[in-house]
């Protein structure tokens, strides 16, 4: 497997003033959920036809001008599985550098209100154990998210 380039994990310590994406040129940002159960966090690969399919990711997406982290994460996940979550405070960023375009992946923790997933652009979902994250082919920029979690 080849080695991944160009990815930074955060504290996600940074304020809102400062902006997601803030001074970073042509940066796209992206959410992503730690939604928890127990000792596990759920997980969904991309399907084939995607970008970065065949790569498992906390689901997520791109944020749409004008909207906050938690309203564009929420947004997708109902979008992607016609699922009601409530989106929260972030847990970490990460930085990465993608053939297709650079990207900030802020992480909120986020929380089921009502339904069960129901794919659209993901293939498999899985409740993972914390402590196995790292063993998932995790798309690039979710691995430095990933490392933090299994430190908390």
């Not at 997980?43 to 399919?53: D, I, N, P, S, V």
């Not at 791109?62 to 979550?85: D, V």
């Not at 409530?86 to 847990?91: P, R």
């Not at 997933?117 to 790292?134: C, G, K, Q, S």
Request: charged share 25%; proline share 6%; aromatic share 8%.
């Amino acid at each position: 497997m080849e080695p991944y380039p160009s990815h930074a994990c955060t504290t996600g310590r940074e304020t809102a003033a400062e902006g997601p994406g803030a001074g970073i040129h042509a940066m796209k940002t992206v959410t992503a959920a730690i939604i928890r159960h127990a000792d596990t966090v759920f997980l969904a690969r991309r399907k084939t036809g995607q970008k970065l399919e065949g790569y498992w990711e906390f689901p997520g997406g791109k944020l749409e001008p004008g909207e906050t982290l938690q309203a564009c994460l929420e947004r997708e996940i109902f979008e992607e599985f016609n699922w009601e979550i409530k989106a929260g405070e972030m847990v970490a960023t990460s930085d990465y550098a993608y053939a297709h375009g650079s990207i900030r992946l802020i992480a909120l923790a986020a929380a089921v209100i009502a339904g069960e997933p129901e794919p659209t652009v993901h293939d498999a979902m899985e409740w993972v154990p914390i402590a196995r994250l790292l063993h998932y082919q995790l798309a690039p920029a979710d691995i430095a998210i990933a490392e933090k979690l299994t430190k908390l």
